[in-house]
């Protein structure tokens, strides 16, 4: 049986041991809003990891809501925050899908998928009267491209606007240390289970939910009490990552005469995407059938044949492969099959 290397953490993370264990554990629990030592048994488990978040984003776990994962906490805020007096979001162009669904402008990138801070400067002037609040992510999930967070926080503080930031490919790669008022999380990007997440509400927001007196009553509904707990744990456990590895992935790419996107940005350190001269589902086929698992950028966009919107807002064109590495993880096995598989695919092109 081919061995198999899993090379795409920004789709989903592995399950870290810890938050295995404690999501198991936590199967069992009762109702955490019950009125028994069972029901304050469960509750524990919540608030403890309420404040594992807390103390991951460095915030106050009062300000921790938990979610059903990113796509649900981005939702949340750019839905709520707008009002008939403020109906506007304005966001970068490369954020994810579930950020563009409610942005009415979005702030043009340079060719490394950095956001224009001399775009975004026009943009406040033009429309400050009229936004609810700026979208704009911590670190790209298609390249790993980080954004200029402080200057970006100076500028929209100045308009007096409210900043949120979709941080869901920040942590276990780097600190999450973010200048926002709001910020997404999600649980299996850092090796937490799927299908959970927070938002950070440092300011007010409406409800998303109604009906019970779960998280304060703004996201009601029965807690998910063992992916909460496996959130948790998987923020006690995360740490950062070095580039160290990346870059030997991304000297072999570059040596086929791959183009690196954002190469000239910060980025994060697990990520690599790369342009090839051959369409990169065939060498995300090629390494698949060699047996390692990468993608050609997000998991919501693979398999669709629409050209990513993060490539076409860096004024480029093509399929990148993304290959996104997971705390700790050996990329020696890896480097001769990915030497061998785009030596293959250039040998087949020139025959
Ligand atoms: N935001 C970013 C930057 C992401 O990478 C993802 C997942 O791919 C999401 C949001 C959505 O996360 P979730 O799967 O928790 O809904």
Same mark, same amino acid.
């Given at each position: 049986m081919t061995r198999r290397f899993y090379l795409d953490a920004n789709a989903t993370a592995p399950l870290h041991p810890a938050a295995r264990a404690a999501t198991v554990a936590a199967l069992d629990a009762a109702n955490p809003m019950s009125p028994h030592a069972a029901g304050r048994d469960a509750a524990m488990i919540v608030d403890r990891a309420r404040s594992a978040v807390g103390r991951l984003v460095r915030r106050d776990p009062r300000e921790v809501f938990f979610t059903a994962g990113a796509t649900e906490a981005n939702t949340w805020i750019l839905s709520r925050l707008r009002s008939d007096a403020r109906p506007l979001v304005l966001a970068s162009a490369v954020e994810h899908p579930s950020v563009l669904a409610?942005? #009415?402008?979005?702030?043009?990138?340079?060719?490394?998928?950095?956001?224009?801070?001399?775009?975004?400067?026009?943009? @406040?002037?033009?429309?400050?009267?009229? @936004?609810?609040?700026v979208s704009v992510m911590a670190a790209n999930n298609e390249t790993g491209v980080l954004q200029p967070l402080d200057e970006i926080a100076a500028r929209v503080r100045a308009a007096g606007l409210l900043l949120h930031c979709d941080a869901t490919q920040l942590p276990g790669r780097l600190p999450v240390a973010v200048p926002a008022d709001f910020i997404?999380?999600?649980?299996?990007?850092?090796?937490?289970?799927?299908?959970?997440?927070?938002?950070?509400?440092?300011?007010?927001?409406?409800?998303?939910?109604?009906?019970?007196?779960?998280?304060?009553?703004?996201?009601?509904?029965?807690?998910?009490?063992?992916?909460?707990?496996?959130?948790?744990?998987?923020?006690?456990?995360?740490?950062?990552?070095?580039?160290?590895?990346? #870059?030997q992935l991304q000297a072999v790419c570059e040596a086929h005469g791959g183009r690196v996107l954002g190469k000239g940005a910060a980025r994060l350190p697990n990520t690599l995407s790369v342009l090839f001269d051959q369409p990169g589902d065939l060498v995300v086929m090629a390494l698949d059938l060699a047996g390692v698992c990468a993608s050609t950028g997000s998991a919501c966009s693979s398999g669709s044949a629409a050209p990513s919107h993060v490539v076409q807002a860096m004024g480029l064109s093509g399929t990148p492969v993304r290959l996104s590495l997971s705390p700790g993880q050996d990329v020696a096995p890896v480097i001769p099959i990915l030497e061998h598989v785009l030596a293959s695919l250039e040998d087949a092109c020139e025959w």
């Open positions: 409610w942005a #009415d402008h979005t702030v043009p990138v340079d060719e490394d998928g950095v956001v224009r801070l001399d775009a975004l400067e026009a943009l @406040l002037a033009r429309h400050a009267e009229r @936004l609810a609040v997404t999380l999600s649980a299996h990007k850092f090796g937490g289970p799927k299908g959970v997440g927070a938002l950070v509400a440092g300011a007010a927001v409406e409800a998303l939910l109604r009906g019970g007196p779960q998280e304060r009553g703004l996201r009601a509904g029965t807690h998910n009490v063992a992916g909460i707990a496996g959130m948790g744990a998987a923020a006690e456990a995360c740490g950062t990552m070095a580039a160290a590895a990346r #870059d």
